[in-house]
């Protein structure tokens, strides 16, 4: 990651969606990365985690490339997307 990016990961337990958690847990992040001199947040999300794509894609972050067969510590391989979120 360039010095200019944050990432980021969010997770929300099972059953904990839909109460405004990963909204605040999101803005929370944006001011501390603004506050930081970041200029954007990066998030790698797997290609199948249909909730998380869409949790991203609904705060702004914007698709900008993929990580295709990339090996998880168990050994599953999926593909990641990409996304930012400039500031």
Do not use: C, H
Not at 15 to 42: D, P
Not at 58 to 87: C, H, N, P, T
């Amino acid at each position: 990651m360039p010095p200019e990016a944050a990432n980021i990961a969010t997770f929300v337990q099972i059953g904990q969606t839909g109460l405004g958690i990963g909204s605040a847990l999101f803005e929370a992040t944006r001011t501390a990365a603004r506050a930081m001199g970041y200029l954007w947040i990066n998030a790698n999300i797997r290609a199948d985690n249909e909730g998380g794509l869409i949790y991203y894609q609904s705060r702004g972050f914007q698709d900008y490339g993929v990580i295709e067969g990339y090996r998880m510590a168990d050994g599953q391989i999926v593909d990641k997307r990409l996304k930012r979120y400039d500031l």
